[in-house]
Nanobody, 114 residues
């Protein structure tokens, strides 16, 4: 299983950005698809999740601004970032919880300028 995140870059506060994560390999038995981020000098933190049945959950810090989604085939995961803030600056990672095992993609840098 491989995950490849893309779509990061520099965005102004109040703008918008969409991250994508392409998933390849045998993905039968997905438990959850998630986004995490690691701000500079801080620990990695959970951002959002979409579960097998389609339920979504968000960290309080992004609730109402970010939207997680996926395509029907579950081969692409998205994170729509609206009204980003400078504190959203981080390396963003996509994660797949597959039959109880975690798979990670390489991160994509998001920088939000004030």
């Amino acid at each position: 299983v491989q995950l490849q995140a893309s779509g990061g870059g520099l965005v102004q506060a109040g703008g918008s950005l969409r991250l994508s994560c392409a998933v390849s390999g045998t993905i039968f038995g997905i438990n959850a698809m998630r986004w995490y981020r690691q701000p500079p000098g801080k620990q990695r933190e959970w951002v959002a999740a979409i579960l097998t049945v389609g339920n979504t959950n968000y960290a309080d810090s992004v609730k109402g601004r970010f939207t997680i989604s996926r395509d029907n085939a579950k081969t692409t995961l998205y994170l729509q970032m609206n009204s980003p803030k400078p504190e959203d600056t981080a390396v963003y990672y996509c994660n797949l919880l597959l039959r109880g095992e975690n798979y990670w993609g390489k991160g994509t840098q998001v920088t939000v300028s004030s």
